[in-house]
């Protein structure tokens, strides 16, 4: 009976494994085209006038950086602005801000509202107002910095006619930690094993974070920046696929920033992540599936948005209701003295350490497939490697943290790390 039991386990544990690979085949196809070269834009005809938007609130410690990179763009200055958003006169970002040309200090007036979507609404309604014209407006974060021919390689992807576009990104301190490294290897993996394969098959990518354009059309129809949500990157996200706008990914536009070395940091980030990963999943969902539904447009996109995390969920789930099987099953086999429980143990131990290394040789072939762009010592891409799965794993006591935190507000991040300005080959 008890060998039984096992069998009939391993049996179910199997049908859900077949499961899960059925779910997951679609991002599978997305990791094999990601090994492959980046799609190149074609060289645009017209340089196009742009806006820089940077929130900057506090930001002293590194926004020269990021002003110093766009000063020493390979592209017309003539046809480049750039705002710094603060939210005080006295915020020592303002008077680095004023030395560099073509650059305007915006001081928030609305601080009731708080939240980068705000502050990037007050500044672009304030430059309709104005009546100020430009092709698409870019947006950063201070700790940014730009490679010179970011906005030139950005312009190709506008000139095709992306209205939205989102470049490559990559860290500042791949050697400040096994935190710090795991966390720029998750934009890795967002980027070049799903928005290289999107920009080729699909009219969409996944926006994370910043480094991205989005076209004036878009804003002047929505009458502003209209993204308030604690992930305004993902929210984004959802509302370009819905309303088949054309969005893609450019390899080839490559910028930097920094990543949390701290664990708490770290784990308070991606709280807010995962909070506002399902607050706007839950805000998009229906007109999601209606748009789905009625309309033909970029469907595969649509239907993956709608699919979510569910066949990771899937994946994930099937793994550890395995091990709690084998692991109770076990320790009952131990109890009655069957001595096949020594069996069932090993299945526990040897799903377990498929589990780990899965991801210790996910962030290995991760590593190898950036290796031009990762700037890692050895032996620290050998501790983030070991350590990815920890890094990995820590999503679901987040997640269920999330569940039970009704409110999660948007905490500043110290960016303090500098770097020199990268040379493009």
């Known amino acids: 009976m ?3 039991i096992f069998h009939i386990g391993n049996i179910v544990f199997y049908i859900l494994l077949a499961i899960s690979f059925v779910l997951l085949l679609q991002k599978i196809i997305y990791h094999i085209v990601g090994l492959f070269p980046a799609k190149k834009f074609k060289d645009a005809k017209t340089n196009h006038k742009y806006v820089i938007l940077i929130p ?25 602005k750039t705002y710094v958003i603060v939210e005080r006169e006295d915020d020592p970002t303002c008077e680095i801000a004023k030395r560099y040309k073509n650059t305007e200090v915006f001081i928030r007036k609305h601080l009731e509202n708080k939240g980068k979507g705000y502050a990037l609404d007050e500044v672009v309604t304030h430059i309709f107002t104005t ?6 407006f870019f947006i950063f974060d201070a700790d940014n910095v730009l490679d010179k021919n970011y906005i030139k390689e950005m312009n190709k992807a506008f000139d095709e006619g992306y209205e939205i576009a989102l470049g490559y990104r990559n860290s500042k301190n791949w050697n400040d930690g096994w935190i710090a490294g795991a966390s720029a290897l998750t934009f890795s993996m967002i980027n070049t094993f799903q928005n290289k394969c999107r920009s080729r098959f699909t009219k969409n990518v996944i926006i994370s974070g910043t480094g991205f354009y989005i076209s004036s059309k878009i804003l002047k129809k929505l009458g502003g920046w209209k993204f308030f949500e604690l992930t305004e990157d993902y929210e984004l996200s959802l509302y370009a696929t819905i309303n088949n706008v054309k969005a893609t990914y450019n390899e080839y536009a490559e910028f930097y920033d920094e990543q949390p070395t701290k664990l708490k940091v770290s784990w308070n980030q991606r709280l807010r992540w995962v909070k506002g990963f399902s607050n706007v999943t839950k805000k998009y969902k229906k007109k999601l599936l209606k748009s789905f539904k009625i309309d033909k447009n970029n469907r595969l996109c649509k239907f993956e948005y709608i699919m979510s995390i569910l066949p990771v969920v899937c994946l994930l789930a099937t793994s550890f209701i395995y091990m709690a099987f084998t692991l109770i099953l076990g320790i009952v086999g131990s109890i009655i003295g069957d001595p096949n429980c020594v069996s069932v143990y090993i299945a526990c131990i040897i799903a377990t350490l498929v589990i780990y290394f899965f991801f210790v040789v996910y962030a290995l072939i991760m590593i190898l497939a950036e290796r031009k762009h990762i700037n890692m010592k050895f032996w620290n891409k050998v501790v983030c490697c070991f350590m990815f799965p920890i890094y990995m794993l820590l999503y679901i006591p987040i997640y269920i943290q999330s569940i039970f935190k009704k409110t999660v507000e948007w905490k500043p991040i110290e960016h303090k790390v500098k770097m020199e300005h990268p040379k493009s080959n």
């Open 2 to 4: 008890y060998q039984q």
């Open 56 to 80: 900057a609130r506090n930001e002293s410690k590194v926004i020269e950086q990021l002003l110093i990179s766009i000063e020493e763009q390979n592209y017309d200055h003539e046809l480049i």
């Open 131 to 136: 009546g100020e014209n430009y092709d698409a």
